[in-house]
């Protein structure tokens, strides 16, 4: 083993980390996976050449490897495998903006954040937008095909992609796609690596496209009694208006945030929407979803001041942090068709009343996208039983309504249980071939997604 590591450390002088010291903050992602094995080593690469070097090795070896970017990944697809490699992308930061394509080529460690700024910089936007974009890397976006709160409008992460270079796991480096708006040369090779998770290739490099920076946001704001009714209200304004947000939070999430922030939400709602549009002209739109909300009974609605609105905005996005203040969570990301939301909030408030856990509840609601946020005390066995079960119970959930087990933040190894159940054993089938076809060894990401021999 010493020989081996003494190999890779030649090969990349001063990019490799051994030891606990070293290896430790890169064993889990914000999952928290109990179960997380302690890698041999942590390779921290710049270039596609040296992540080459480090699969070759690996391959050569027979050692598995699991990509990693800012780890801020919340279904444990970035949990480390015992006796593995952990290859970190946090170095490879470069980035490029092309204002004559409207284009930006970046490495894969570059936060969401620092890809906006660039952009913004020479007058541009890059809309995919999750709630951590301030901490979430474009790699890790890649990998789960992240989405966020203007995805309602504008799309998720793979709208945006038109070309990657991927290692593959026998260390060929290859460019899929062309930096053009329109190409179907040949399958969508592009489209199959996005949301990938790192099982297929270790996404290096990454062309997106961008967009002009559209007028500030302007919002409506209601406050309902009834969550069936708030989510009955957002069902109305999907199917007439196009919002460029419409979110969603519960009692819960609201006296969270508010615990934080202190900006006078109404603790006794029993939900919040919050809806908005960035068009040029946006007065008719917001109309229009007022008097949407006015028809569904809400206890206040109105057109906050811009501030007050960015204010509940960035609320909204402070959300899970603030809920997670409370205990440890698990986090789901379930989806479902919007005239089923209602059922799904009704269910998930069913589930923690019959497991006697709290769950709090929030959404992308205009898309389906939600995330009910189990809460529970580590230290307390029979809690931390009960929410494992309320867990497993909204996986069910979400598929018998005819939805999605992960709308965003990917199947990790966390949700891996529920997939054949979604997707069927035929599709499954489908997908482990074409991973053995890519990664014949097994050593790419073993155990996320796919039941790997390294899991």
């Not at 952990?86 to 970046?106: F, H, K, Q």
């Not at 309602?152 to 930096?179: F, I, N």
């Not at 789901?332 to 709090?360: F, H, Q």
């Not at 966390?414 to 014949?440: E, M, S």
């Amino acid at each position: 083993m010493s020989d081996m590591l003494a190999e890779l450390m030649s090969a990349l002088p001063g990019a490799v980390l051994t030891g606990a010291d070293g290896t430790e903050p890169y064993r889990r992602d914000r999952a928290l996976d109990p179960d997380a094995g302690v890698p041999l080593a942590v390779v921290l690469p710049r270039s596609t050449a040296e992540v080459q070097t480090a699969v070759r090795w690996a391959a050569r070896h027979h050692v598995p490897i699991v990509p990693r970017g800012a780890g801020t990944g919340l279904s444990g697809g970035a949990t480390a495998v015992h006796g593995g490699l952990v290859l970190s992308t946090e170095r490879m930061r470069d980035v490029t903006i092309d204002t004559a394509t409207r284009m930006a080529i970046v490495q894969p460690g570059l936060l969401n954040a620092e890809l906006k700024a660039a952009a913004a910089d020479a007058g541009l936007w890059y809309p995919p937008d999750p709630a951590s974009f301030e901490i979430c890397s474009i790699g890790g976006n890649i990998a789960t095909n992240a989405g966020g709160l203007c995805c309602v409008k504008y799309g998720v992460t793979a709208d945006y992609v038109l070309s990657l270079e991927v290692v593959l796991a026998d260390g060929r480096a290859v460019r899929l796609g062309r930096p053009l708006i329109k190409d179907v040369a040949g399958l969508s090779l592009t489209s199959l690596f996005v949301g990938s998770e790192g099982t297929l290739g270790i996404v290096t490099e990454i062309t997106l496209r961008l967009l002009p920076t559209p007028p500030p946001t302007r919002w409506v704001v209601a406050w309902f009694d009834s969550s069936d009714d708030a989510a009955r209200a957002i069902a109305e304004i999907a199917c007439t208006v196009r919002p460029s947000v419409l979110e969603y939070m519960d009692r819960i999430a609201i006296n969270a945030v508010e615990d934080r922030l202190h900006l006078g939400l109404d603790r006794g709602a029993a939900a919040l929407v919050l809806a908005g549009c960035d068009d040029v002209d946006p007065q008719r739109d917001l109309n229009a979803m007022q008097a949407v909300l006015e028809r569904h009974d809400p206890s206040s609605v109105h057109q906050p001041p811009q501030a007050d609105g960015d204010a509940i905005a960035y609320a909204r996005r402070l959300a899970i942090p603030a809920v997670e203040d409370k205990g440890r969570l698990l986090l789901a990301d379930v989806g479902v068709s919007i005239p089923r939301l209602a059922e799904l909030i009704g269910g998930v408030e069913e589930i923690a009343a019959r497991n006697d856990v709290t769950i709090a509840f929030i959404a992308h609601a205009g898309d389906g996208n939600t995330h009910p946020l189990v809460v529970f005390d580590p230290a307390d066995v029979d809690e931390a039983a009960r929410a494992e079960h309320a867990y497993g119970e909204l996986m069910t959930l979400a598929i018998g309504l005819g939805g999605t087990i992960t709308g965003e933040h990917g199947v990790g190894k966390l949700k891996r249980p529920w997939l054949a159940d979604q997707v069927g054993h035929d599709a499954l089938d489908l997908g482990q071939r074409i991973k053995t076809a890519l990664d014949p060894d097994g050593i790419l990401n073993p155990g996320t997604i796919f039941e790997d021999d390294h899991s």
